[in-house]
């Protein structure tokens, strides 16, 4: 298996290095995926959202055809989306790939490539009405969305979730908590503040507070 | 504030990506920490555990003084401990610092470096008999622990919770509860399989099964 992680300037950093610490742990645990790249436009180091350099192994000219390919989000994708070099390397992968993945506002990325009409998908909470303002995404305010071959997630953190989810229905329930336990994924379920009261909090949020 | 992360060969990526994001997002809600600066030996890229490529803000010798310096861990930590630049890196750093904080076996750097005797701390739950073997810390099976201004979490996704937690006690709960909605940390309860119920697990998991 080939995974890709395609970046871009303003990608946010968690979206992406969450689900790339599961994949490197799904690879320690099972030898599976084989490869697993950063994808950039170019093979120059990107800055991300936050401020973090990364060099991406491969360019777009360099990558092999993916099997899955994850796209994160981050203010960079309001930009990307314009970007016909990104949006056509999104979709001539796709005619291909067995899956894809997207975390946050990466969803409008994968919406721009043509993948996702007529699809249950979701993003960060504070971009679900633009999701729903492009008229043809069934929205669903859960934290990891899957259709299919499509894989959505809710903001920033929820790729570590999503790529967790995808690992337990790709390969199995046994190998995904192998992983969980490496990465000592059992979180606190302390809630800070208020801040989750709000009223644009996701529908899944809702359910529990 | 100046916030430095410490970045070296195989340092694991989430330990320190976890917390970068979580103090970029406490920037983006409050302005704070000022400067946030990935810090490495020399100015050349890194590469991490996984593989990711990573190019530091600013080397040893460009560094300025930090008032809270985190250390990740990885495999990378088992030859640091050895590389005196880096110790007194630490070392010198903590003259002045008014924090630091370890995630998974980053402990044991700041073990090296002399700020562990006596105090209370955690690990990776693959390295707490390891830590105990130090003889001089008092090993606590949490997920965060705080001892003075020294804090250490568990493993890997852990480094979340701990700045988290950090963010509430240095500036206050409402603000860890903003950065907490705008990453949408609120992860699933799930877990996969049966690696948790493993008999090393770490004592606050065990607590929870």
Redo the contacts between chains.
């Keep these: 298996m080939n995974l890709g992680i395609l970046i871009f300037p303003d990608a946010?950093?968690?979206d992406f290095?969450?689900p790339?610490?599961m994949?490197?742990?799904w690879?320690m645990v099972s030898g599976v995926p084989e490869r697993?790249l950063?994808v950039g436009e170019s093979g120059d180091?990107i800055t991300c959202?936050?401020?973090?350099?990364?060099?991406p192994?491969v360019s777009f000219d360099q990558c092999p055809q993916l099997d899955v390919l994850l796209v994160p989000g981050g203010q960079g994708t309001r930009k990307e989306v314009e970007n016909s070099a990104l949006i056509n390397f999104i979709s001539e992968q796709a005619k291909k790939f067995e899956s894809v993945l997207s975390v946050?506002t990466g969803t409008f990325l994968l919406h721009r490539a043509g993948l996702l009409s007529g699809k249950r998908a979701t993003t960060?909470?504070n971009s679900l009405d633009r999701l729903r303002s492009l008229g043809d995404v069934n929205v669903v305010e859960e934290?990891?969305v899957h259709d299919g071959n499509i894989w959505t997630s809710?903001?920033?953190?929820?790729g570590?979730?999503l790529m967790?989810?995808f690992i337990?229905k790709t390969a199995?329930?046994?190998?995904?908590?192998?992983?969980?336990?490496?990465?000592?994924?059992?979180?606190?379920?302390?809630?800070?503040?208020?801040?989750?009261h709000?009223p644009v909090?996701?529908g899944?949020?809702k359910k529990?507070v």
Tied chains: 1, 2.
């Excluded at 959202?49 to 060099?55: H, I, M, Q, T, Y």
Aim: aromatic share 10%.
């Design positions: 946010e950093e968690l290095i969450g790339w610490e994949a490197g742990m690879n697993r950063i180091p959202a936050k401020g973090l350099s990364v060099v192994h946050c960060h909470w934290r990891v809710a903001g920033v953190s929820a570590i979730d967790l989810a337990a199995d329930e046994e190998t995904a908590g192998k992983v969980q336990f490496a990465s000592e994924y059992y979180p606190s379920a302390i809630r800070y503040g208020a801040a989750h709000s909090a996701p899944y949020l529990t």
